[in-house]
């Protein structure tokens, strides 16, 4: 079923005049403002209560404007030594690069491969990488905790990276892409001129495939900046990611809602910068079938 | 889509001679022999250093713990204890009859069901309003996906606050309409509800997006034809949209039923204290996911624990296909692809 993504990239017609049917009326316009209101509200209403002291929150009706108090729950925040914020974001930058980084070179080299070089049991194993892509992350979790154990990275930021350096969807999608966007005659020439394989990925495949990894690094950033189950379960709370953070925050101090509140917007601003920095590239990303829930 | 896969990239048949250097007989000389070969060695081992690291990775980190979880299930397997006797099938007879372990999939059910049908109900009629030629498409489009952005943590965290049964925003529209305060966490249908709105916030936009890609697919004179005939604007969206719509509903249907029977995140955050795992004080809200990981790393039972994870796993599989099948029927045609 995951294959069902990208053929409906591959079915959609050239943007002539665009698709649409039909004018939109003022109706449609009022309820699709109703449906951004409702999709951005959340995030308003964390800023909302970010800025805001603990009094405020406790009164009806509930506050709806954003108010002076941001520092002080900031403040608050960083001198939490439960929480260990600043750390779990910087655990989070660092996981989340270093993850993005090995996910989309490998993802394309292998990508390559599999688009533009023959090789014995090329489809089979594409076949497997496809398979791998319907596996639940939950079904290893315990295998996997007990191998952390072994290694002996439990608590220790190395569990969080090292299983995720490579991703079947991501393979999946630099193939697919590749086998378009790539043209084997430019390959053909480079290999008259006497180019090596690894020289014909980086100089001629590496640039033809870039909007897809772009596309692929966002999404990877995104899933791992956000990642939680695993994270929870292998990391400790001295050494968290910033989501494991707000998960102490959040169960820990409940009765501090402007502090949570304040770490969560903190940790959401630069995704939702990203999103409105990349939005047309997600949207399309999102559109030809590029991310897998 | 198979053929997509195997889908040849140049045509069979020419593959020999590919990429070599043109053979020079006389002259060459060595230099240009040892050229070759190593020419001939760097096509042949390439592609397989290019695929080598996911599958090193993938093994260690992927194949290895899914056989072994099958493994340790068969095991009295605690993790403070070194010695692991086989147990054969015990654990997943204890299941059979573990009431707590048939309340998680009656609520993961529950929580699966009140999520996942409205959320593609709106995310149709939404992409359907988005499929028009329209104003600022592009902030209608972003603002829908912005959820995306936010983590289930954050998500969790904020909902929990608009659900709160004092000073919550919900609760207080409702006292507007003259309905008690509501405390969500409380009852099963309640947390279900709450849940839901969470999951459905997240992952709407995303399923509008979706399906409005596969709308532009369709081409316009379907809809010209059909307006000719006199079909409403109604008419057409059930007898043109929909049906053409089906090989994407499946795949959206997949997704979310993968996604909807490992939900974790959403109730454990949202309900609070330090055994927030229960999904409350009467496991009203906990899924078969933190069912899992209460025994995994509250009571270190790995064996029970690993069970339960695949027979969640087991029940993904069949409920994909159940899905899978409903899908086919809806409107009676098979599906393309």
Known sequence: MVLAAPTVARRRRPRESGAEIGKAGPLVYVVLALGAGLSVFPLYFMLVVATRTNDAIGTLPPVLTPGGNLGANVDRLLANEDAHFLRGLANSVIVSAVVTVSVVLFSSLAGFAFAKLRFRGRNALLLVIVATMAIPVQLGLIPLYILMIKLGWVGDLKAVVVPFLVSGFGVFMMRQYAAQAVSDELIEAARVDGCSTLRIYWNVVLPAVRPAAAVLALFTFMQTWNDFLWPYSVLTQEQPTVQLSLATLSTGYYSDYAQIFAGTALATLPLLAVFVLFGRQIIGGIMEGALKA | ?337
């Open chain 2, 1 to 337: 889509m198979s053929t997509d896969v195997t889908t040849p990239v140049r045509p069979a048949g020419s593959p020999a001679g590919r990429g070599q250097p043109p053979r020079r007989a006389p002259v060459g000389a060595r230099r240009e022999r040892w050229r070759g070969r190593l020419g001939r060695a760097d096509l042949k081992l390439s592609p397989y250093l290019y695929v080598a690291p996911f599958f090193l990775l993938f093994g260690v980190f992927g194949l290895y713990p899914l056989v072994y979880t099958a493994w340790v299930s068969l095991h009295d397997w605690p993790l403070a204890s070194d010695e692991h006797p086989w147990s054969g099938l015990d654990n997943y007879a204890r299941l059979l009859t573990d009431p707590v372990f048939w309340n998680a999939l009656g609520n993961t059910v529950a929580i699966f069901l009140l999520s996942t049908v409205p959320q593609l109900t709106l995310a149709l009629v939404g992409a359907s309003l988005l499929n028009r030629r329209l104003r600022g498409r592009t902030f209608f489009r972003l603002s829908v996906i912005l959820p995306m952005a936010t983590s289930v943590a954050a998500v969790s965290i904020v909902f929990s606050q608009l659900f709160s049964r004092d000073f919550g925003l919900v609760n207080w529209l409702l006292a507007g309409v003259g309905v008690d305060p509501v405390e969500w966490q409380a009852s099963k249908w309640s947390s279900w509800s709450a849940i839901s709105v969470m999951v459905d916030w997240r992952w709407t936009g995303y399923n509008t997006l979706i399906y409005l890609a596969a709308m532009q697919a369709i081409p316009k004179d379907l809809y010209e034809a059909a307006a000719l005939d006199g079909a409403s604007a109604w008419k057409q969206f059930t007898r043109v949209t929909v049906p053409l719509l089906r090989p994407t509903i499946l795949f959206t249907v997949i997704v979310s039923t993968i996604g909807g029977f490992q939900l974790f995140t959403e109730p454990l955050l949202f309900n609070s204290g330090s055994s927030n795992y229960q999904g409350g004080s009467l496991r009203q809200s906990q899924t078969l996911a933190m069912y899992v990981w209460e025994n995994a790393f509250v009571k270190f039972d790995f064996g029970y624990a690993s069970a339960v994870a695949w027979v969640l796993f087991m029940i993904i599989l069949v409920a994909a296909a159940l899905n899978y099948l409903a899908v086919r029927r809806l409107g009676g045609t098979r599906v393309p692809d």
